[in-house]
């Protein structure tokens, strides 16, 4: 069965460092999206990305946040220099086709534990 | 804005049903979703309900869409100890390119 994969499972950087969250989509798919669910929260929409773009973005997804697909097939949240309240699991999700037009679903990874020290 | 509300946990006896509820105030919600969280596991699609429905059944699993309420309910028939994981309840509406509104969560607990 196909799957979202992502890298690292975990990972402990200090405050003010950059890390680079890893996912790789399904094969066919289209479009990209991060999710982030900080410990005992809700899960929240960070971005979406389609067609080497940013579709969308909330607040949250400032300056310090950027999203790549630099070689056709990893799709990667960078954050350019960490704060302790980035800590959380980020979910990578992708789907074939925009949910809202045909009811296809979003296809999750098991999340990158962020911890920032 | 939009936001969702889940009560956070239940815990229910193996064989009787679960019923997981959920709030949320977005008005132009045109799907809502259940998604299952097993330990250590991505977010998996259980169900989803399009906003011009009532009630959508799937095996075990029933929504429930009180649109005038904005109440959605996941009821899991004879519930099982493979169950148990979190629950989230998540809307989207037309336009966003699958910008998911999620609740906190409900984790559900099943015991013999």
């Known amino acids: 069965e196909p799957e979202v994969t992502q890298t690292p499972s975990h990972q402990v950087t200090q405050m003010g460092q950059e890390v680079i969250l890893r996912c790789v989509p399904i094969?066919?798919?289209?479009?990209f999206y991060w999710y982030r669910q900080i410990l005992g929260q809700k899960v929240e929409f960070l971005v979406s990305f389609y067609n080497n773009e940013i579709s969308e973005k909330s607040e949250i997804f400032d300056d310090q946040f950027s999203v790549e697909r630099p070689d056709g097939s990893n799709f990667t949240l960078k954050i350019r220099s960490t704060k302790l309240e980035d800590s959380a699991m980020y979910f990578c999700?992708?789907?074939?086709?925009?949910?809202?037009?045909?009811?296809?679903?979003?296809?999750f990874g098991e999340g990158s534990r962020l911890t920032v020290l | 804005g939009e936001d969702v509300e889940q009560s956070l946990f239940l815990s229910v006896r193996e064989g009787d049903s679960s019923v997981i509820n959920c709030t949320y105030t977005d008005s132009s919600s045109t799907y809502l979703y259940w998604y299952k969280q097993e330990p250590g596991a991505g977010l998996q699609l259980l169900t989803y309900?399009?906003?011009?429905?009532d009630m959508k059944q799937d095996q075990r699993l029933t929504v429930l869409l009180n649109k005038k309420d904005k109440h959605l309910s996941l009821r899991i028939a004879d519930t099982q100890t493979g169950d148990s994981a979190i629950y989230f309840c998540a809307e989207s509406s037309t336009g966003g390119y699958n910008k998911l509104i999620f609740g906190a969560g409900t984790r559900l607990a099943v015991h013999p």
């Open positions: 999700a992708t789907s074939g086709l925009a949910v809202p037009s045909n009811t296809g679903e979003l296809f």
């Open positions: 094969s066919n798919h289209l479009y």
């Open positions: 309900i399009f906003s011009n429905m």
